[in-house]
């Protein structure tokens, strides 16, 4: 299978989204493939959004977020949980589309072992478990997804109809009423990876 390229990416961020739907996340890890469909997302568009790291403007934390599409911006959170999102749209505006959950293809003996022999429902459902299931920390911010040999990236799978997918405020997210009600969040209906 082919991985997404850049202009995949290079797109408005809500439709990249909906888009990342039903598409396959790959870590490379220690030879295997580690892999899920990609089953909720979240969009954080701009400096605008009051829920996005970018509200403040660039920082060290975020630059990222600012830097091409298609590269990967994972951040640390709480003290103990890294996220991973995807860099969307054009350089140089802030926007990126957080992986929520997916639904583990690959690995999963691995995945069983990382998050500690946790039930394989919970391998995955949630941005920091699948990262701690897929070995995804600050190392990979600023990793670019788009090159062919990547140790991690997404990789094209089949479209999802739009009947199948549910959108809806974002999860935990801090701000004014508008970043509060935006409907940002994406997530495919009665999977039961979607995180909540």
Known sequence: ??????DFFARDTLAVARELLGQ????????????GCVVEVEAYIGEEDQA???????????ATMYGPPGHAYVY?????????????GRKGFPAAVLIRALEPLEGIEVMRARRGGRADVELTSGPARLCQALGIDRRF????LCVPDASLFVEK???????AVTTGPRVGVRGDEAA???????????N???SR
């Open 141 to 144: 911010d600023g990793v670019d």
């Open 24 to 35: 396959r996340l790959v870590r490379i890890w220690e030879g295997e493939r580690l892999s």
């Open 1 to 6: 299978m082919a991985h997404l390229g850049r």
């Open 52 to 62: 996005c790291h970018a509200r403040c403007g660039r920082t060290k934390r975020n």
């Open 76 to 88: 640390f959170v709480y003290g103990m949980h890294h996220c991973l999102n995807v860099v969307t």
């Open 180 to 190: 509060l009600a935006a409907p940002w969040r994406f997530y495919v209906q009665d």
């Open 157 to 163: 799978s089949g479209a999802l109809p739009d009947v």
């Open 192 to 194: 039961g990876y979607v």
